[in-house]
């Protein structure tokens, strides 16, 4: 880029931005009357740009780009995810925008926050914006995907969201750091700016907690009976509590030193209990059960940081946040436990919930048996995971080119090639 | 002040508020059967206290004052905002509370926080208390003017809430700095506390962020109708969304350094598109208009950061966050967009929203037309900037009464002299 | 302990986890159909995990052990108290878990993280879990006897769960601290680490607004009519804003230095306000009266932490955050309030609701009288205070053996023994 021209550097996303305008004037318009308000929206809006953004904060001196780029990303996505969500929808050439569909918007945008977390501090802001649109166009026609052509029970979006933001991530993670030439830093040795300070540990503490207290309501916000909203928000904060309880005692079982919490699980692992509940949330798991998955996730992601995230490193997957660990793996036991609960649903004890959860069940008998919905959900999960991961490699191929910029490894991790910092600090 | 009588100087807000109550206990009761729940209540409470109180927090030794006297002024003015807004309306001389009431002394809140933006740092304690006293007063006068005189639709209170609130802060400013002599600092030479660090600019994220999640819950609490509360949240979801990604592309191209973020654009410019939307957010705008309303807000606030601040302190105007960008010229913005909006409205787009929208303007064609009510919308505007900006310069002027205790120039944009501070951090 | 086995010095709560797992496999079950929302729900999550956890972030060098210890205990205390509040009430074996358990079981976890508060920093991590899981049995036992055997009016909980968690608290304090030999540090003499740093009293302000904030929601959650739910929240929004108002100008009037805040006094006693209204929220004490009740609690709680803790430290009772003049005394107010209010009701005054709020009280005259409800209330106070403070020293006792791993003076109000700290910072 030429000197002169590094200030338009962000221009082209503003050109998109007069683009999204004109697609909105000609195909959008107000959704009809409705009568009810849409639950869990504001609550999980909390969660996208407070949860997201300050749980990122943990980085001692990326704080302002953790909350900057989560903020602008979140907010493109958004506006683009309102489109392609309703894009396969459409009639008559007309989307149209209800409260509902914000909340959709927002759902869709955890998925690049979650893959934003996998590439946190190594790609520059204009990879990290390129691969945010791109993705919102392959995770909503993966959605699609799940949705109408799997028609998967996937209430809480594991597969869809969290297993489909993470695979995305790990793909592009992958591309970045492949065969990526390290050049040795001059001068001063470089400072590794690849952790925490004490503040920016307590910091990311707001993002982490918010995160946990609102999962309940993202869990349950797309329920379609109160029973199963009921369901949804009980499974969620079981399965969170016990997970909480489980990380801590595991933590310190495994920490590098005698008995102490690691700050890295308290902050992930105890939300891990909120993404493996979250595609069989609204089925009949059982106040044990729901307690039952969360154990299991605590106990899968703190072994996952403590195992998974340095093997993935070995073999040139960098996993910034250990989304590997709070999303992807939480998201794949929940996409087998949802096959399974799924497998075993009887009328009997699901009742008029059976087709508002299943809805390729029909109550009479003549859609697809219990056995098969099982079979739909493992195919769901597999397919997302195929679809996530080469899309996510592609991806992050293609910003390798020049335009992107690249980050040099002195620049990682460090909010000075991107903000004006206060002097003194 | 006696040097024994210093303890003492709050004194006579307490004694203030031993006559609120003896006002509440005469005058107020508890209004009658709702069966409804007053929406965005809570939401706009956590931007009362949260989100002004932290926004303010960017000052790196300001931080206790920005929220400790955010939270003392707001909690004083909800209290008297309660007594002055119903006055007008009172029957058998007894004000029935609701929480619908609760919300809008919430809303009138902002604006005294509003103007303590321009003032931060250098107005003192007793003088910001005193003003909010004398804007809450006036406010709430303007406020019925506003919506009972000049039947303006106002429903996010760009007009009477935003533009009131900054440009009272101008004013005010523009007082207390008037041929205020600057007294050379002895000994060793002060250092600038006019700024941010590292932290502090992380705090104040808390309360940009806050404030940028629920501005749909603020624009859309006083809807009367299930699709004008829709289309508010829409709106103002749109237009914040578009605002931000015009802000971050913006604020690198207008940056001091080459092609990186300002925070200060970011943690407020952001916002300006909440702002803009305010009037207009229950009217028929189009998802594309709410995002050409944001486009335009996040252009006018970074361009008014880089130009108008420093402009308008040079003739004597300090504004220290910035209102007049954030809420001032995007307020304006609004006002006017709002008598364009209206005087284009028809029956046939608006249906049974015309009359609820525009209380004026009867179904029937008895009431105002269009026209007329677009002209309505221009004057309520004009008044209020005027009754604003001169109730402003008076009550600064007032204030500038020893008993007010000025601030010399060393304990500006410091917590020292009203706080006791931790000796080692 | 073993140094090999310290890593599993948590373990013992895993298996406590495991055991709740199986409680909630043989004993629970989702509850029936149920129409509406629970109200007040997600408001009091955010009190108990945020509100709370941050509020005591003040001390500069133990905010990872106020959040996390904040975390661990409380998301054990749910499950645990989910069972022991039903405990009393199960039907053929079975509880019925539903939202409004959860919320429940929230509050119930604010008694647990009052007495924490009390304890908070010199109480080793094994220690508050033990005393969480006593306190919780005891705390949902007296909670019973205040509902169920005193049918006490106590909408806000001032009485059960202020009171209760408080006045345990102190038990267990003096218990911990009896006889306690200060061990002399040798080497470098000890840094006293009992104090806040700049930045850990902002963050502990993110707590303390929180906690205002919502507290409307937390007194008005078990109301049972639309009217004494706007009253609750009416009531206890005016009675927290005279609080704040009152505890600033006698902040500065009982301040060490001249006229300044103490951030102790605007944390905390701000908040007084909310305990003071608690169990009288849902009556006819007039607007008026609830800013009386405000600002005579914020007095009591600024006149508490100039005299009264520093008196309690002296007999061996160390109260780290002041829970006796946030939650203590102010409850002890409010359970007062509540006999004299009781004894003084009229079927004239509350009509419908005057069974609704006092359940011993027959609106045809053959339950108790007013005048002898208030002598219940009271007992029920008398009959807390009693049985928490009891309690907590019985409790304290125990945890004094050696398994439990009691802190040496020098790892006190220090994240240092419990977290894997950042090394630069």
Not at 11 to 23: E, G, K, S, T
Not at 223 to 236: D, E, G, L, P
Not at 299 to 327: F, M, Q, W
Not at 375 to 400: C, D, E, K, P
Request: proline share 3%.
């Amino acid at each position: 880029m030429f000197p002169k021209l590094i200030r338009m550097k962000y221009m082209p996303l503003f050109l998109f931005q007069i683009v999204l305008m004109m697609l909105f004037f000609v195909f959008t318009t107000y959704g009809g009357d409705t009568n009810h308000d849409q639950r869990g929206y504001e609550d999980t809006h909390v969660m996208i740009f407070i949860g997201f953004g300050f749980l990122m904060t943990f980085l001692k001196k990326y704080c302002y780009s953790a909350l900057g780029f989560n903020w602008f990303l979140a907010a493109l996505v958004v506006q683009w995810a309102l489109l392609n969500q309703s894009f396969y929808s459409m009639k008559n050439n007309t989307i149209e925008i209800t409260k509902k569909h914000l909340l959709e918007a927002d759902i869709m945008s955890a998925t690049v926050l979650i893959t934003f977390g996998a590439l946190l501090g190594y790609a520059s802001g204009l990879q990290l914006l390129f691969i945010a649109i791109i993705e919102t166009v392959v995770g909503c026609f993966n959605f699609w995907l799940v949705e109408h052509i799997f028609k998967a029970a996937d209430v809480g979006g594991s597969i869809a969201i969290h297993a489909f933001g993470a695979y995305f991530g790990l793909g592009a993670s992958l591309a970045l750091n492949f065969k990526k030439k390290t050049v040795p830093s001059e001068g001063a040795p470089t400072v590794n700016l690849n952790g925490a300070s004490y503040v920016s540990d307590v910091t990311a503490m707001i993002g982490s907690i918010f995160l946990w207290i609102y999962w309940p309501s993202f869990n349950s916000a797309l329920t379609n009976s109160n029973m199963a909203y009921q369901r949804a928000v009980i499974n969620t904060y079981l399965s969170l509590a016990a997970a909480t309880v489980t990380t801590f005692a595991w933590s310190a079982a495994f920490c590098k030193e005698k008995g102490k919490f690691d700050m890295v699980h308290i902050q992930n692992s105890t939300l891990a209990g909120g993404v493996a509940v979250g595609s069989v949330c609204n089925m009949f798991i059982g106040p044990g059960g729901a307690i039952a998955i969360g154990i299991g996730s605590g106990i899968i992601s703190v072994l996952g940081y403590t195992y998974v995230t340095p093997a993935l490193e070995k073999i040139g997957i960098r996993d910034t946040c250990g989304v590997n660990n709070l999303h992807g793996m939480p998201a794949v036991f929940s996409g087998i436990l949802s096959a399974g609960v799924a497998a075993s649903a009887t009328l009997q004890v699901y009742g008029t919930d059976l087709h508002g959860i299943f809805e390729a069940i029909a109550v009479d008998g003549s859609g697809r048996t219990a056995g098969e919905q099982g079979l739909y959900q493992f195919l769901a999960l597999v397919s997302t995971i195929v679809v996530s991961s080469v899309g996510g490699v592609i991806t992050g191929f293609i910003v390798r080119a020049p335009f992107f910029g690249q980050l040099k490894q002195n620049e990682e991790y460090d909010d000075e090639p991107n903000w004006e910092l206060p002097g003194a600090h």
